[in-house]
């Protein structure tokens, strides 16, 4: 790897910072991704406030991490104005579960363009020993058209591989949006059907 990273020329310590950048923040999303799934406990938040059990209902997304259960209790909290608070805090949710993929994108597309740029820098390289000795130094002109295809190849791999996590991120946002808009729906529904009676009001503001 090393001997590799040293033969395609110093482009390759900004493609090497792309790709150690790029692996962080994929598995970082990923283990977010995989904890915040609470359709389950979101059906049982409904169930329990078609109860009229609303500090039960308040109990289970105490200090929670999934943005869903968070958009349900912003609305319980706020019930009687829960439309303009889910969405306020839906559009927060989303803000974070986007989060690193702006640095994905950039690499994305910067990778490549680096990897052309070392192509550039290598035959550059290649053509000046030519033009200075002709072809009587072949080892030299090969080294430069390595170099070109060393930094080519790197680029387009870290931007292949970042590719296909960040899309797969960018469908699991739609999705989570989606059931966040859902479950939003259902609980303003439902909210209109409890009575609205201020002293529950006021305990409930203990738990936002």
Known sequence: MVEVITKGGWIMLPLVFCSFLSVAIILE???FFRQIHAAGQADKILQ????????EALAIVKNTKAPLLRVLATG????????????AAGIAEVAAM????????TIITLS??????GTIIGMISSFQVMSAGGLGQPHAVTGGVAEALIVTATGITVAVITLIPYNYFLARIEGETEVLEQYATKLEILLDTLPQRGDRHEDTKKYA
């Open 76 to 87: 319980i909290t706020q019930r009687h104005n829960s439309a303009k608070a889910m969405e």
């Open 112 to 117: 490549p363009l680096l990897g052309l740029l």
């Open 48 to 55: 329990v406030l078609q109860q009229g059990q609303i500090h």
């Open 98 to 105: 986007k989060r690193g993929l702006p640095v994905l994108d």
């Open 29 to 31: 999303r990923l283990l």
